[in-house]
């Protein structure tokens, strides 16, 4: 098959680019570089089957070839890129999601959209299941990735509901791997790169929050298995064992060897306390479930930093 895929140039989006040529489709990768990276393209140089356009999907997307996929992964999607980034993570998920929409609809193509475990907001329900409606202050800072992710999930129900479209929605928990950027405000990148540098671990509140953590091809294997035979009704994909910040931070040293210590900080505002997906819905339509544990992924994870620090 052919597929294009937005925001190729992120660190989920080029995972996601690299397991389609492995499993033999034509790849186009779209990409404006306001977060992306082409380094994480770069080894991609010379396979004839994948083709890298700049073009920033909030404006039209004049693509006139035949087309099987459309996966729009496109959008600044770590705190501190999308509170720097307000306008365009809004228009990313709002025009950007409607012109994906419509290009795959014009090649009668289907449409993946990478929406987020963040349309939870701060959850009221434990752990959270795709039926749960969530609990999302819609003006608050965090509001202009949280709606634009919603709006995102509606505006893709209504082209599978309104012309047809073959859709599918999957609602993406934490994640980590190689290619984060080392200050794009995630916890798992924080806690690596100030490890390995000697500084203190930020530690926000008092470190019993809880987050579940994804290998990264772990997720991507599942955003393949949705891709391919899931349903249109938004999917779960993420680990649901949990840990708390501070038992992160401590095996983070523990794999890294550093001395630092911890520095607790104010809790941002509107952050989640706590955040685990219930994948029963995986399990059973996909047959998928997180095959790599947190450590062991910490330590697939810790060396990309090593070399980037230093």
């Known amino acids: 098959m052919t597929l294009l895929v937005t925001g190729a140039a992120g660190f989920l989006g080029s995972h996601l680019v690299d397991r389609l040529l492995r499993d033999g489709h034509q790849v186009v990768g779209m990409d404006n570089f306001i977060t992306g990276n082409k380094q994480n393209l770069a080894h991609l140089g010379g396979d004839a089957r994948f083709r890298l356009i700049a073009h920033n999907v909030s404006t039209y997307i004049a693509f006139h070839e035949p087309l099987d996929g459309v996966l729009h992964f496109a959008s600044p999607a770590s705190p501190i890129d999308y509170l720097e980034l307000p306008i365009q993570t809004l228009k990313v998920g709002s025009l950007g999601t409607h ?10 193509a289907r449409f993946l959209l990478a929406s ?17 409606w969530g609990h999302v202050n819609p003006i608050g800072p965090r509001g202009v990735y949280d709606e634009a992710k919603r ?4 505006m893709t129900m209504a082209y599978h509901r309104h012309h047809g479209l073959d859709t599918r929605i999957v609602r993406i928990f934490n994640t980590y791997g190689p290619r984060m950027r080392p200050k794009d405000g995630r916890v798992v990148s924080n806690f690596i790169v100030q490890a390995l540098r000697g500084d203190p671990l930020t530690v926000y509140g008092d470190g019993s929050q809880s987050r579940s953590f994804c290998y990264v091809d772990d997720l991507i294997d599942g955003i393949v298995r949705l891709y391919e035979r899931g349903g249109h009704e938004p999917t ?56 790599i544990p947190l450590e062991e992924g910490l330590r697939r994870t810790i060396p990309y930093f090593r070399d980037l620090v230093g």
């Open 116 to 132: 987020t475990s963040e349309v939870y907001g701060d959850p009221l329900e434990h752990p959270q299941r795709e039926t749960y």
């Open 151 to 154: 709006f995102a999930e509606a």
């Open 236 to 291: 779960n994909i993420g680990n649901p064992i949990e840990f708390t910040m501070l038992e992160l931070a401590e095996l983070v040293l523990k794999l890294t060897g550093s001395r630092s210590k911890l520095v607790h900080k104010p809790l941002p505002t509107d952050d989640p306390r706590q955040r685990q997906p219930d994948i029963t819905k995986a399990r059973t339509e996909l047959g998928w479930e997180p095959a």
């Open 99 to 108: 012109n994906g929409l419509g290009l795959a609809l014009a090649r009668r």
